[in-house]
């Protein structure tokens, strides 16, 4: 079981920026995918940005030179900086963890959820 816990979120003017944490405990998520998900009110969850257990990185068009995702495996934390932030950005910001998990024999991905920390971008 993986237990994840966001933190750093907040009310921000526009042009502001903020760094979202996510500490994981009950095992390390070093060779886990992780990754910050967003969902903005009476809109589906959507991809924000993602870094592999290998560290290559991956964002969604609107965050692309404006956030920066990071890991931290000797911390068991993932970050997420956030830069310029519009009032687009507003949503509540949720971290995932991807980890195998099983036997060797029957090993299958499961993803674990933290409970979010809302961002709010606004004059």
């Known amino acids: 079981q993986v237990q994840l816990v966001e933190s750093g979120g907040g009310l921000v003017q526009p042009g502001g920026s903020l760094k979202l944490s996510c500490e994981a405990s009950?095992?390390?998520?070093?060779?886990?995918?992780l990754g910050w998900y967003r969902q903005a009110p009476g809109k589906e969850r959507e991809l924000v940005a993602a870094i592999a257990s290998g560290f290559s990185t991956n964002y969604a068009n609107s965050a692309k030179g404006r956030f920066t995702i990071s890991r931290d495996n000797a911390k068991n934390t993932l970050y997420l900086q956030m830069n310029n932030l519009r009032p687009d950005d507003t949503a509540v910001y949720y971290c995932n963890a991807g980890c195998l998990v099983g036997p060797v024999e029957r090993v299958t991905r499961y993803d674990y959820w933290g409970q979010g920390t809302q961002v709010t971008v606004q004059v």
């Open positions: 009950g095992r390390r998520v070093s060779a886990c995918d």
